[in-house]
């Protein structure tokens, strides 16, 4: 069984940066594509960041594009998302999300529905 747990959440200002961890544990982390959403009240869950299983390829949504970084490290099974110039836009719970097949391809995945494992989320607060 995949267990993911977020981490790095919390309640900042406008233009900060904030760094989420998504550490991973129950199969071989670096096989496996990975992937940021995140959900806001009312909204449904989008996804603004993905990577495939060795970190060479990357996806953004527009909305983050040149803002947000995401990395993984699968030395330490963990995956990351540096946030910068955050924008109150930007206030949600974010989750790690992973795929459920291995696949060691440059290919990563941005459809809810490709994801088998999810974490609990961590609440991101931007305030003006």
């Known amino acids: 069984q995949v267990q993911l747990v977020e981490s790095g959440g919390g309640l900042v200002r406008a233009g900060d940066s904030v760094r989420l961890s998504c550490a991973a544990s129950?199969?071989?982390?670096?096989?496996?594509?990975m992937g940021w959403f995140r959900q806001a009240p009312g909204k449904e869950r989008e996804c603004v960041a993905a990577?495939?299983?060795?970190?060479?390829?990357?996806y953004y949504a527009d909305s983050v594009k040149g803002r947000f970084t995401i990395s993984r490290d699968n030395a330490r099974n963990t995956m990351y998302l540096q946030m910068s110039s955050l924008k109150p836009g930007d206030t949600a719970v974010y989750y790690c999300?992973?795929?459920?097949?291995?696949?060691?391809?440059?290919?990563?995945?941005?459809?809810?529905?490709?994801?088998?494992?999810w974490g609990q989320g961590t609440q991101v607060t931007v305030s003006s």
């Open positions: 129950g199969r071989t982390f670096g096989d496996y594509p």
């Open positions: 999300a992973a795929i459920g097949g291995a696949n060691r391809s440059g290919y990563f995945y941005t459809r809810l529905s490709d994801y088998d494992y």
């Open positions: 990577i495939n299983w060795s970190g060479g390829s990357t």
